[in-house]
């Protein structure tokens, strides 16, 4: 039986309740006041009223309405629009690692639930598009209240197991989403850090702000294991076996030259990247990014 709700962790979403996520460019939407069209709206077409929300600007509250009605409304025009958000997430099976507790893939299925909920409470519209070696789930954005329980249970359905190919499959969706919005990307990066990047900055030239999470598990980054361990490939199913106190510092090595190429490619082309454990817990992880946000201008 599906449990389409076991991603929307109670403890996280309350201590993230009263936080937003704010797009740090401009995009063709707003966030509750904080996101404005670059049409400028507010000069054209009356369309309907919404409540009034913190941010919004005290000049376009209906007043005759306040006063028949005793609450705020905001006078919301044709142009007014909001902010398009994509969350892409890698199920490959090199996201199903665990060295114990949760997988790869599981945190970040609590992230993309975690991050839509907030979203669609800001009334802004989510999708969701599952990648690995080629697209295997897309659900279009969409701000309607019953949305959330459809991205769910797209979560809850996901299966890894395919190889990776982000490159092709993010070129392939930078193409298709034509209006500017936010790219919300969670994955390993477990692929070719130059196609990566260069998919990504596909992404910004079709003037997309791009947020990156990659996540890995801590194994991964302190390659703590016996002696004499077996390393299989869980996409290709090559194995070696290897003395991990003879390599470890070799992968060390080689793991934070991988980290770092994504992390100054990213910051070259203005793509917000943060790198997240597995084993996080998913509250400070959910807070900590929401208040660097924040801090930063976004």
Not at 65 to 76: C, H, P, S
Not at 237 to 252: C, F, M, R, T, V
Not at 279 to 290: G, M, V, Y
Request: glycine share 6%; proline share 3%; hydrophobic share 35%.
């Amino acid at each position: 039986m599906s449990d389409r709700l076991k991603y929307l962790d109670p403890v996280a979403l309350a201590t993230v309740k009263n936080m937003y996520i704010r797009a740090r460019m401009i995009v063709e939407g707003f966030i509750t006041g904080l996101h404005r069209s670059p049409y400028h709206g507010f000069s054209v077409e009356f369309s309907e009223h919404r409540q009034y929300m913190p941010g919004d600007e005290p000049k376009h509250i209906d007043w005759k309405l306040f006063g028949k009605t005793d609450r705020v409304y905001i006078k919301q025009f044709e142009e007014e629009t909001n902010l398009k958000a994509y969350i892409l997430l890698d199920s490959s099976a090199s996201m199903n690692y665990s060295s114990g507790g949760v997988s790869k893939l599981e945190f970040a299925s609590y992230i993309a639930a975690s991050l839509a909920y907030l979203m669609l409470k800001q009334r802004d519209a989510v999708g969701l598009c599952i990648v690995d070696e080629k697209i295997r789930s897309y659900l279009p954005p969409s701000s309607r209240s019953t949305h959330l329980k459809l991205l769910l249970e797209r979560l809850d359905d996901v299966k890894s197991g395919g190889k990776t190919d982000l490159a092709t499959n993010f070129h392939e969706l930078a193409e298709r989403i034509h209006r500017r919005g936010l790219i919300i990307i969670l994955s390993d990066l477990m692929d070719d850090p130059e196609r990566v990047l260069n998919s990504l900055k596909h992404f910004r030239y079709k003037d997309h702000e791009v947020i990156v999470f990659q996540i890995l598990d801590p194994a991964e980054i302190s390659f703590d294991f016996p002696r004499e361990a077996l390393f299989k490939d869980m996409e290709t199913g090559e194995s070696l076996n290897a003395d991990p106190w003879h390599i470890k510092s070799d992968y060390k090595q080689k793991m934070q030259e991988f980290l770092d190429e994504y992390k100054y490619g990213c910051l070259q082309n203005n793509i917000d990247y943060y790198q997240m454990s597995s084993s996080s817990n998913l509250a400070k992880a959910l807070a900590d990014f929401l208040i660097m946000r924040k801090k930063v201008g976004g």
